[in-house]
């Protein structure tokens, strides 16, 4: 029986990845928004729901809150009196894991820099499912954020940033993000100190202001119908109070060109350059998409690796890609090579953007990238946890509910001409940042 399940699973989601996706979408009466793809081919229910709660909303000097305040959403449940009457009991961080493990619902979520959230995946039976729904909707309304386990956590944290700070890719990536992105919060980064400081009361203070019923995203794909996943909106913010307009974040500033070096005892040395460049809904997404295919996204089909790797044995492999997020995220091209291959690496790569800047993609070039992302686009959404990611993003993100259904004719669509007027836009040689971690001494 579960070889038969698994076998139509798979049919089906091959089938889904064909067909459009018809993402209904409606706003309850407190705000929530709520963004639904009705499947009945298996008896499963893929709920997620995220607020605008990431790290670029942690307060100054507070840097890892956002992170901590998710991850202790299920440490324990306080008891919480409904406007009916009822009681709901306290529970423990074991009793949450024990009621989930007794339907067989698996919980999931996090936190990144833009939003934070949970989500939970349960049988679609009405008993079972209904039961998932609601510890869900009590884990984001009414967290107890226990005292000891957030010590715990907090000293989990610690261990895990002074574990990175030994790691030559951890330090890479902390300096780009802090030279590419200067006093702009997507430059924080939780360190020792910012995480020691924060205490108890400031996660329940960043949980009441951010994780409210009028900030709330919720995705859900599965079987059960339009009026039913009503139902389950509204049961996952009942109880959730309503939230203020959040601050206006700053904008994200350019950075003028810098290059940064630091010494590590690594046999390598780890090399990120890039700069801020694409913002969610941005009209150049798909050219950059298929121009960063052509130049370090295609594996060993770009031009960084064939550059790199194949015409000079610097490296393994080379890449590039460009990370959407609210405001514009990063553009980024990386390797790892000898240290005495770094000067010559770092050149190699730069030259290789410099003249896709100046030229763009060849014709052929152009044609086998599209045809690769068009050819490869229903590996992206062929189960329903790929296709609830894309829901949540495209929610969150407030991307046009079609977007998935027009990716591939959008990506058919590009020319030579739109890559390099996209690329011409976004990046520039005189903007971009360089960390080079494990270098060897700058000859004179």
């Known amino acids: 029986m579960l070889k038969k399940l698994i076998v139509i699973a798979l049919f089906t989601a091959s089938g889904m990845a064909q067909a459009a996706l018809n993402i209904q979408h409606w706003t309850l009466d407190n705000g929530a928004r709520v963004y639904f793809v009705e499947n009945h081919t298996i008896p499963m229910l893929d709920v997620n729901v995220e607020f605008d709660a990431g790290s670029r909303r942690d307060p100054a000097g507070k840097s890892g809150l956002s992170s901590l305040t998710n991850g202790l959403l299920a440490r324990g449940l306080k008891e919480a009196v409904l406007s009916d009457g009822r009681i709901e009991p306290a529970l423990s961080e074991a009793q949450i894991s024990n009621a989930l493990a007794d339907i067989a619902a698996q919980r999931g979520g996090g936190a990144g820099a833009d939003r934070s959230g949970m989500s939970v995946r349960t049988l679609s039976a009405a008993a079972t499912r209904d039961e998932a729904v609601r510890l869900l909707a009590r884990l984001l309304a009414h967290p107890d954020f226990p005292e000891d386990l957030f010590r715990r956590d907090q000293a989990r944290t610690v261990a895990a940033i002074r574990d990175g700070l030994t790691r030559p890719e951890s330090i890479a990536n902390k300096a780009f993000w802090r030279l590419a992105y200067g006093n702009h919060p997507y430059a924080a980064e939780a360190t020792v100190e910012s995480v020691e400081a924060i205490t108890r009361d400031e996660l329940v203070q960043f949980h009441r202001a951010h994780y409210v019923a009028n900030h709330a995203v919720i995705a859900m794909i599965g079987d059960v119908t339009r009026a039913e996943a009503d139902a389950i909106a509204k049961e996952l913010t009942r109880r959730l109070a309503q939230g203020q307009p959040l601050p206006v974040l700053p904008a994200v500033s350019l950075p003028t060109a ?116 068009i050819g490869g686009f229903a590996l992206r959404i062929d189960n329903n946890r790929k296709i609830l990611d894309n829901i949540a993003s495209i929610g969150f993100y407030r991307m046009p509910l ?36 494990g270098s060897e001494p700058v000859k004179p």
């Open 258 to 373: 810098v290059e940064e070096r630091m010494p590590h005892p690594a046999s390598q040395s780890h090399i990120l350059v890039g700069m801020p460049a694409l913002a969610r809904n941005d009209p150049d997404v798909f050219a950059l998409t298929v121009g960063n295919y052509v130049l370090g996204g295609g594996g060993f089909v770009s031009r960084l690796t064939h550059e790199v790797r194949e015409k000079r044995g610097l490296a393994y492999s080379a890449y590039s890609y460009f990370n959407p997020m609210a405001q514009p995220g990063p553009y980024l091209a990386g390797l790892q090579t000898r240290k005495d291959q770094s000067d010559e690496a770092l050149k190699v790569v730069r030259d290789t953007i410099e003249a896709f800047l100046r030229d763009g993609p060849t014709e052929a070039e152009l044609k086998a990238a599209k045809d690769n992302l």
């Open 402 to 437: 079609d977007y998935l259904d027009t990716w591939t004719t959008h990506v058919g669509k590009v020319t030579a001409a739109d890559v390099r007027a996209a690329f011409a836009r976004k990046l520039a040689m005189d903007k971009m940042v360089t960390v080079v971690v």
